[in-house]
């Protein structure tokens, strides 16, 4: 393996033993549970659902903070059978194929009678727990005519820069590859080469994007249509909107799975039990901010009705990612020169 995953693995292999080690001292189960790192901050929904599961469970549930929903697999596979995950969040569904042919996730166990997730779910394995739909979210005080399709996002002012995220690591990044892939098809390569006037960069993650965005570094930054219900809600402001593209949104179904080698399976069983549960689905929607995937113990708040509606979701069906994902990744790397 490269010198610095390996460095990382061993960094990462030390605090996770520091950690499990503490809980084991304390006499309780331990829990571990790979996410992505924008779920773990005091403003995102780690803490609460920590909380929240931990008051019935006599247990200590662990977070380990990783890139991205699509780092959490490439992570995954390479710790292999030694990984001590017993439960990955924050998979997204386009992945499922993948995650399957791994090997490595059992059956959840989980009621799924009550989801509500567009386009349905039948899979035994993973469990939904929110979802949202990709966009554009701009600056109104910056751009004062936000682009109204995909299209005019691809041709737009090459001045207007926009900041994206890799799909390589990142399943917004992969999520806007399938967007792209989902309205343009055998044109895309064609289209990512126009569009690459605009991009100021490419990062890993949501949160670096992001925080360049708000920064304001770009007046528009790859993320979702809930996103403007944060500012709405936390900031009390509605300057930051999504624009609302003609072709339709890509609908992004975020997941977790139980790790076969679990050592604590009844807990992560219970774990992803309560993921779909009244009380963890109302928090989510103001943390996460996505859309809850069964009916929460409390009412959205208002600004989710002021959210973008798209009129038309788009997917790519998941067994044709993972027959492609690897050569329209490469695709994507030319036509950006990369």
Known sequence: MPRSSALLLAAFSLVAAGGIADAQESGKPVLTVYTYESFLPDWGPGPKIEAAFEKNCNCDLKWVGLGDGVAILNRLKLEGSTTKADVALGMTAELVPEMKATGFFAPSGADLSRLQVPGGWSDDSFVPFDYSYLAFVYDTQTLKAPPKSLEDLVNGDPNEKIVIEDPRNSTPGLGFLLWMKAVYGDKAAEKWQ??????????PGWSEAYGLFTS??????????????????????????????SEGHYLQVE??????????PELAKSFLAFLVSPEAQAILPTTNWAFPVTPPATPLPEAFDKLVKPAKPLVVDAETVAANRRAWTDEWLKALGR
Do not use: N, W
């Open 255 to 264: 997941l977790a799975g139980m790790l076969k080698g679990s050592k604590q």
């Open 194 to 203: 126009t569009l690459s006037k605009r991009i100021l960069t490419v990062t």
């Open 216 to 245: 304001g570094e770009v007046p528009m930054v790859l993320s979702y249509t809930t996103s403007p219900a944060y500012h709405m809600i936390e900031e009390k402001t509605e300057r930051y909107q999504a624009a609302s593209f």
